[in-house]
């Protein structure tokens, strides 16, 4: 690219990157990645608030200088890995060599660009830059990635809005309002605003869900089309859109496989790894300590937000499926190893959970448990996970607090807790 030019498109990007405007703060341990001289690696979905979250950083570091380069901009369609050493040259023009303050550099999408992260590493090994590098891909956390940054590197994957950084930002400190039963009422207006809108920022703070076709087509066509060069994209949106209306249900991948024309499983296996690797649906396995019995146990997919696939597929999830969604990506969030599970006798339980010492818990979630039969079918469920894998804590996330009279048809060896309670919002008891 020309000196010049790119000179004036880094201006641009600098002046915009370091405005100072209002945003959510996100939960996540910033000082870690601002005081470390590794490189940092932040991935996840489109639109999440990856950049936001790096200008909370540049808050939080008011001694660092700070240079910015946005590969999504359509300004920089033609940058190749070559031009790094002119942004390399441009940069170094602009350091105060007389401060002794920290160098860092933010590059905003950076798997844009093949053969990134020879150069990646070069700014931090060389030139002692602190680097901070973003990705809607979440190949960019692979082995050999490790290997091509030489394991100096740490990780973050940023999901959108929990609902307790929601209730944070409007609320304010949680010791305010975490114990205090009167404050229920807001907690829960937040809680249908994230059913109403979906979590990702702009749609919940702007309240409305228009983004959500477009973000779908965005992730769809730059981050799996463009990035895996798919030539015949049709049968892959086709199985996007099936997803995303079958939303935390099985997957038969035979029948799924024949309904979009797909020549074979691997193709489907591989699609869905794409979806995967861009953040938008997620595969659960059944739950096994056998991995051949695990594979044979067939999957479930979970979108990263229920509303989104409710606006891709043009119809509304069960509130069921919708908070069984949030419980889904809660786990995920958490990192915890999961899958669901399905007895003996074809009862199913939506989440066997490991725990750090080896324990499992199992997890139904239900939105509303004032039925005896919707009762009936929780419990039963959950009680042959008891036997069957011999697990001890036993636990329905349900919308609300249930009333006494449903309390008494459970027996008290099942945990009755609301999704606030799950998503740290309340404090369980």
């Not at 329905?396 to 807790?417: A, G, M, S, W």
Request: aromatic share 10%; charged share 30%.
């Amino acid at each position: 690219m020309d000196k010049d030019y790119l000179k004036r498109i880094l201006a641009d990007e600098q002046q915009l990157f370091t405005n100072n405007i209002n945003y959510l703060k996100r939960d996540v341990d910033i000082k870690t990645h601002s005081r470390s001289t590794d490189i940092s690696v932040i991935t996840g979905v489109r639109r999440c608030g990856k950049s936001t979250l790096l200008k909370q950083i540049v808050d939080c570091s008011p001694e660092t200088q700070w240079f910015y380069i946005d590969l999504e901009s359509p300004r920089l369609a033609t940058f190749t890995s070559d031009d790094f050493d002119l942004c390399d040259q441009i940069w170094r023009e602009r350091i105060d060599q007389s401060s002794s303050r920290v160098i860092a550099v933010v590059i905003d999408e950076v798997q844009n660009v093949e053969g990134w992260e020879r150069w990646i590493r070069y700014f931090s090994e060389k030139r002692r830059y602190k680097v901070f590098v973003t990705g809607s891909n979440s190949e960019m956390l692979s082995s050999e990635l490790g290997t091509a940054l030489g394991g100096r590197y740490i990780t973050l994957e940023l999901f959108p809005f929990s609902f307790k950084e929601v209730a944070v930002h409007l609320l304010g400190d949680p010791a305010n309002w975490q114990d205090r039963t009167e404050l229920h009422p807001q907690i829960n207006t937040i809680l249908e605003q994230g059913f109403d809108f979906g979590l990702f920022p702009k749609p919940f703070l702007e309240r409305s869900k228009a983004l959500y076709p477009h973000l779908f087509q965005d992730i769809v066509t730059r981050d799996i089309v463009k990035r895996k060069r798919i030539r015949k994209s049709v049968q892959l949106i086709e199985l996007g859109l099936l997803l995303a209306r079958d939303n935390t249900r099985l997957l038969n991948a035979a029948a799924t496989s024949k309904l979009i024309e797909l020549d074979d499983s691997r193709t489907l296996t591989k699609y869905l790894t794409y979806f995967e690797d861009a953040y938008l649906f997620f595969r659960l396995r059944s739950y096994s300590r056998s991995r051949r019995k695990q594979l044979r146990g067939g999957s479930k997919s979970y979108c990263i937000d229920s509303v989104l696939a409710d606006e891709v597929s043009a119809q509304r999830q069960r509130v069921t499926n919708a908070l069984e969604n949030m419980v889904h990506l809660e786990l995920r969030r958490h990192r915890k190893t999961f899958g669901f599970w399905i007895s003996s006798n074809g009862y199913e339980v939506d989440f066997i959970v490991e725990n750090q010492y080896g324990g499992l818990s199992a997890i139904q979630a239900c939105y509303d448990l004032s039925s005896p039969e919707t009762i009936s079918r929780e419990v039963r469920a959950l009680l042959a996970a008891q036997r069957e894998l011999k697990i001890t804590e036993l636990i329905v996330v349900t919308r609300d607090f249930v009333q006494r009279r449903t309390r008494e048809l459970i027996p008290d060896k099942i945990k009755i807790i609301s999704l606030a309670q799950f998503l740290g919002v309340i404090r369980q008891e």
